[in-house]
């Protein structure tokens, strides 16, 4: 079997890292001071950049054992807690209980959204009581949470420029006897992006070859993100289904993926009309995607990708000019931030449906939009408020804003009516005295 | 590969047992000798050697080779036969599976990929100062009293008394075993470290049948524990690193 070259020369020292000089010597002074201070370190950056190989290459500076504990595996709270904690709290086998071992969890930021969700609660708490160090790795800093975040000792790491990829990959070629010409390597290096992606390349490229050639380069490879783009292109601008379809099964994303992309870019090309009928494709793909949710039928992909792809094209009327930046899709970022406006939404619709005896979901659809017009008269809100025991926040969506002075009084209105009403209540109960 | 053998049930699931209580995936070696596997647990703290001789085996053929096993399927597999029951395991390199019968039953195992088990571990050359012989069953009371009141035990030896001593947030227990109520002991050096019961209480689930364990001290230093399997046929080793005093 044939070896990754990214496995292969991965760096074994510290000094061998190429760029991110700074991180390597905060890693490095770190790694010296731990001890003193037990404090886990975050290696944060782009992908690709050399921030595992750095937490290696470390411990092998620092003649530790290392463990490692990536996303391939459950993260679970009880893994964790069985295999990083039991590793965090034992000494090793060559040097007893004063030997240390590196624990190093990849993929940091991903652990949210495991099985598991005391994954993060089970990671802090391995971070407060550790006896031996403890890396963690992770593309987003602010993807994880804040009491991740303070718990750990953050440490940067950044784009490592193409001038510093290039002499890593003239090494490479040299070492594997490959042939390379000067402008190809450049090509590979300033085009990959990343330390790793441009060892990847050059591999791929390089196989059964001797000589590299810059044309070899050209037509070579990674084009998964420019093709997302060349697929739209093809289906907004261009006229032939085949086309547009066959693009789209090159592509390395599925179709509930990728109808967010072009639905993000839809209004960007087609006005008017068009952008009615394409959106009427597009509706038809979505529905698709649902019956293959439901009926777990992935045969019917196909269709959704149809819609999606010749349905859209043949939706417009006339040929669409000039240059659209197409824009990657926004829907994940507005989703994660129409949390807790839905979470404020969902508490509302029980309300309803707990004095309407109606379902969550119906009071959802059907109601909302009522209670959001009867709300606009302060009168009413006052009334409906009461009624519901509506909170600051739940006021504040009904009426589409947040919450000020307005909300504020609708809401002591409301509280005071329903002291009233319970006070009231209780006298007639003979409750007064 | 050739890979042909009989054996008692009782036997190979000791076996087994005996390295599935640390990994669930395993790499045996196999040879015309017998076999053996060397595994390390997915934290890193605990390793286990295991060897068994052809001579365990009814009958047994094999050339060199090696295979990954699953040992929870295994385990569970060799759960349904009884004790008395003889189980045939026979290799199909062509298929890449297991066959293993008895008793009528016949089962076929896929097996691992060698590439996906972790790797051997490296095995350190301890030089530990205390070698104590004594009966299997000492060890394993002493870990079942420890577990009531703590997580770790400290193992040691103090003069002639090897003992093990275990520290709640309230409550204490320790065992003290004299020379005479040990099959042996030689210290050359003062010895006490401290364990995860966890690991401990594992190791000591195949030491119920074992009348004689040898285990190896230090300070701070990995316990080794050793013992035979299969009427002298086979060994077992275990090696857990020691916890570190907070």
Same mark, same amino acid.
């Given at each position: 079997m044939m070896t990754a070259w990214t496995e292969k020369y991965r760096?074994?020292? *510290? %000094?061998? @890292? @190429?760029?991110n000089d700074k991180a390597v010597t905060e890693l490095k002074k770190w790694a010296e001071n731990w001890g003193i201070d037990k404090k886990a370190a975050i290696l944060y950056g782009?992908?690709?950049?050399g921030k595992t190989s750095a937490a290696y290459a470390l411990a092998n500076d620092m003649a530790w054992e290392t463990i490692e504990l990536n #996303? %391939?595996?459950?993260?679970t709270a009880a893994v964790i807690q069985k295999i990083a904690g039991s590793a965090a709290q034992t000494g090793t086998f060559? +040097?007893? #209980? %004063?030997g240390r071992r590196l624990i190093i969890l990849d993929? #940091?930021?991903?652990?949210?959204?495991?099985?598991?969700?005391g994954g993060v609660k089970a990671i802090t708490e391995l971070i407060k009581k550790t006896n031996q160090p403890i890396v963690l790795i992770a593309?987003?800093?602010?993807?994880?949470s804040k009491t991740l975040r303070w718990a750990c000792k953050p440490i940067q790491f950044r784009d490592v420029q193409s001038r510093s990829i290039i002499p890593l990959l003239l090494r490479i070629c040299h070492n594997e006897g490959i042939d390379c010409d000067d402008k190809a390597i450049e090509l590979i290096g300033t085009r990959a992006g990343d330390v790793r992606s441009a060892i990847n390349d050059l591999q791929a490229i390089a196989q059964g070859r001797k000589k590299i050639h810059i044309e070899d380069v050209v037509t070579g490879i990674r084009d998964t993100k420019e093709s997302i783009f060349d697929v739209m292109k093809e289906i907004f601008k261009g006229s032939d289904p085949k086309r547009a379809l066959y693009a789209s099964y090159s592509l390395d994303e599925n179709p509930e993926d990728f109808i967010h992309w072009i639905d993000e870019n839809l209004p960007l090309e087609y006005k008017g009309d068009d952008l009615a009928k394409g959106f009427e494709s597009l509706s038809r793909s979505d529905v698709f995607l649902g019956r293959v949710k439901r009926r777990?039928?992935? +045969? *019917?992909w196909k269709y959704a990708g149809e819609m999606m792809t010749c349905g859209v094209q043949a939706a417009k009327s006339k040929k669409h000019h000039g240059y659209v930046a197409y824009k990657p899709p926004t829907i994940w970022k507005k989703m994660g931030q129409a949390k807790s406006v839905r979470v404020v939404r969902d508490s509302i619709a029980t309300k309803i449906g707990k004095h309407c005896h109606v379902s969550q979901r119906y009071a959802r659809s059907e109601l909302i939009p009522f209670l959001k017009s009867i709300l606009k008269k302060k009168e009413s809100a006052i009334g409906v408020s009461a009624m519901l025991d509506l909170n600051q926040n739940e006021i504040a969506f009904l009426l589409g804003t947040s919450v000020d002075s307005t909300i504020q009084s609708i809401h002591d209105a409301a509280q005071k009516r329903i002291t009233q009403a319970t006070e009231h209540s209780i006298e007639t109960f003979g409750g007064g005295f | 590969m050739v890979f042909r053998a009989v054996i008692d049930a009782d036997i190979l699931k000791d076996s087994i047992e005996a390295i599935s209580t640390l990994v669930d995936e395993a790499k045996f070696k196999l040879g015309p000798e017998g076999i053996s596997l060397m595994a390390v647990d997915p934290a890193n703290v605990a390793m286990v050697s295991f060897e068994l001789s052809s001579?365990?085996?009814?009958s047994y053929e094999s050339t060199e080779g090696e295979i990954g096993l699953d040992l929870v399927k295994l385990v569970n597999v060799l759960?349904?036969?009884?004790?008395?029951d003889k189980v045939g395991l026979e290799l199909n390199e062509k298929t890449h599976k297991l066959s293993i019968s008895m008793g009528g039953l016949s089962y076929t195992l896929s097996l691992l990929d060698l590439s996906s088990i972790r790797k051997e571990p490296k095995v350190p050359t301890l030089d530990l100062p205390v070698k104590a012989t004594l009966n299997g069953n000492d060890l394993r009371k002493a870990v079942k009293a420890a577990e009531t009141v703590s997580d770790h035990i400290i193992l040691g030896v103090d003069g002639d008394v090897l003992f093990m001593e275990a520290k709640g947030d309230t409550d204490q227990v320790r065992l003290g075993l004299t020379r005479d109520e040990l099959i042996d002991l030689t210290a050359s050096g003062p010895a006490r470290s401290l364990f995860s019961l966890d690991y401990l209480s594992d190791m000591s689930?195949?030491?119920?049948?074992?009348?004689e364990i040898t285990i190896h001290l230090g300070k701070d230093y990995p316990i080794k524990i050793n013992f035979t399997i299969a009427n002298g046929h086979g060994k077992v080793g275990y090696l857990l690193a020691p916890r570190i005093e907070s």
């Open positions: 760096p074994e020292t *510290l %000094s061998d @890292i @190429i760029g782009p992908p690709g950049i #996303a %391939s595996e459950q993260r060559f +040097g007893g #209980a %004063s993929e #940091a930021d991903n652990i949210y959204g495991n099985v598991d969700q593309n987003g800093y602010y993807d994880m777990q039928n992935y +045969g *019917l | 001579n365990a085996f009814d759960g349904m036969a009884k004790s008395s689930k195949s030491l119920k049948k074992v009348n």
